[in-house]
């Protein structure tokens, strides 16, 4: 895609013009996940907490196995070290998350969840026997009994669940970590909100401002080709919060198209106390988008896909360029505000200042 020109500036007075500066999309790449025995987990650096990408049944560090034997306080066949709780007994020996229904087992008694069956080739991974189809009732029945805290209690979760709710409230827990928001590469990173905020400033390079209003101009020499490419322009930090603003350039149907969009760090709940506006004009004509910015815990694809946001055909971006039309200038103006009640009962507008 040919270079652009994106400006970022937060300024008191969004009407002011600011200078132009480069920019370019971004642009990144996706690792490799492997097969391991036991979750990797990422560094954490920042004033926040990274954490590693857990899959839903949650769990620690497990036993090298135990079977239905093991579910009454032996340990299987003698192979393994016996487990200490049955907590640790419904913990897969492979990706040592909490085992579900149907927990597979093999002759020697060592059990695996189903996931983990189907990665090891039919054979058991504590004894190398052939695994079967046998199911491991006995250890079913006991899952049935338990209650256990959400994995995320050290985060702050105080909830406890019965063993089989346990996965599907963990799936939508508010404490579970966020992922990276960052736009135009697959980032695998997640944390809490301060060491996501330090890690778009200091890894990828997004630029941070302080204040509710906004002001960018988007410049871009050949306006007839419009390649997919995503922007991230900058986070704003206002009401003790923190906002993402995107740019988009896409094609949507056959119409290729400009979207802006404001996506909030933080809940859904959280986001709905906020208000955003985006206006982008010239030639005497000007649009306006004015929305509530979607939560990160959406993606920014899934925000472009449901076109959540100020969306521009090619055609009157050009109109609002001016000129000979040979090079496409938009400048998106914003503002971000919270509302709130009076002594009378009415909702009026807080700016930040």
């Known amino acids: ?25 971004h642009h990144g790449h996706h690792g490799h996940l492997g097969l391991p025995l036991h979750p990797a987990h990422l560094p954490s650096s920042g004033a926040g907490r990274a954490f590693p990408k857990v899959n839903a049944g949650g769990g620690g560090a497990g036993p090298a196995g135990a079977g239905a034997a093991g579910a009454a306080g032996a340990a299987g066949a003698g192979v393994g070290p016996p487990a200490t709780s049955v907590h640790e007994l419904l913990e897969c020996p492979v990706c040592t998350n909490s085992m ?21 080739h039919n054979r058991c991974p504590t004894c190398r026997q052939e695994l079967g189809d046998i199911r491991c009732l006995a250890l079913e029945k006991v899952a049935e009994s338990l209650e256990l805290p959400c994995k995320y209690c050290s985060l702050g979760c105080p909830e406890i669940f019965p063993y089989y709710s346990k996965i599907k409230h963990e799936a939508q827990c508010s404490f579970r970590p966020y992922n990276c ?17 330090a890690h778009l400033r ?8 302080n204040g509710c209003t906004f002001n960018h101009r988007y410049v871009k020499s050949n306006p007839r080709e419009v390649e997919n490419a995503t922007w991230m322009l900058t986070v704003f930090h206002c009401f003790g919060q923190y906002f993402c603003l995107h740019f988009e350039a896409f094609q949507l149907g056959m119409a290729p ?12 709940n959280e986001a709905r106390n906020y208000t955003y506006s985006l206006e982008v004009g010239g030639n005497g004509r ?28 090619r055609n009157m971006a050009l109109f609002f360029s001016g000129g000979d ?4 200038k938009l400048r998106v103006t914003g503002r971000i505000w919270k509302e709130q009640t009076n002594p009378d009962g009415a909702c009026i507008p807080n700016l930040c200042s």
């Open 257 to 268: 198209v400009y979207m802006a969009f404001l996506r909030f760090m933080g809940d859904e």
């Open 325 to 328: 039309r040979k090079e496409l």
């Open 286 to 313: 000007k649009m306006v988008w004015e929305g509530t910015p979607r939560s990160i815990r959406d993606s920014h694809r899934k925000v472009r896909d449901s076109h959540d946001g100020l969306i521009i055909q």
């Open 202 to 209: 200091d890894d990828h390079k997004v630029d941070m401002h």
């Open 181 to 197: 928001p960052y736009a135009g590469s697959e980032c695998a990173v997640a944390g809490d909100i301060p060491f996501l905020v």
């Open 100 to 120: 579900f229904p149907p927990i597979h087992q093999c002759q020697n008694g060592h059990t695996l969840c189903s996931t983990c069956k189907a990665r090891v």
């Open 1 to 25: 895609m040919d270079m652009d020109s994106v400006e970022c500036l937060s300024l008191p007075d969004a009407a002011m013009d600011v200078d132009d500066v480069d920019g370019h999309p």
